[in-house]
Nanobody, 120 residues
Framework: QVQLVESGGGLVQAGGSLRLSCAGSGRTFSSYVMGWLRQAPGKEREFIAAINWNGGSTYPSTSVKGRFTISRDNAKNTVYLQMNSLKPEDTAVYYC?????????????WGQGTQVTVSS
């Protein structure tokens, strides 16, 4: 069982930066693939980025590649999403997810979400 708690969301102007954190519980955190997804109002949930168990491989989506960076610190049971050059279309609820195999639209565990709002 893994519990995930996101933090770091908020209101930021376009062009600004935010760093989201996702703290996980449990001794098996390092065995999970971790990732971030987001859902904007009226839109479907969208994959943003994933990272393998030891942080050696990352998989950003094309929509955020070059602007967002996913990382993890297994000693702290935490995964991060550094978001730079934010745009109004990045406004969404951002969710952290954990899965034994891969991050997709269905995952083993989810956080409760954190709101990110980018003003123009």
């Amino acid at each position: 069982q893994v519990q995930l708690v996101e933090s770091g969301g908020g209101l930021v102007q376009a062009g600004g930066s935010l760093r989201l954190s996702c703290a996980g519980s449990g001794r098996t955190f390092s065995s999970y693939v971790m990732g971030w997804l987001r859902q904007a109002p009226g839109k479907e949930r969208e994959f943003i980025a994933a990272i393998n168990w030891n942080g050696g491989s990352t998989y950003p989506s094309t929509s955020v590649k070059g602007r967002f960076t996913i990382s993890r610190d297994n000693a702290k049971n935490t995964v991060y999403l550094q978001m730079n050059s934010l745009k109004p279309e990045d406004t969404a609820v951002y969710y952290c997810a954990a899965d034994r195999k891969r991050i997709g639209l269905t995952n083993d565990y989810w956080g409760q979400g954190t709101q990110v709002t980018v003003s123009s």
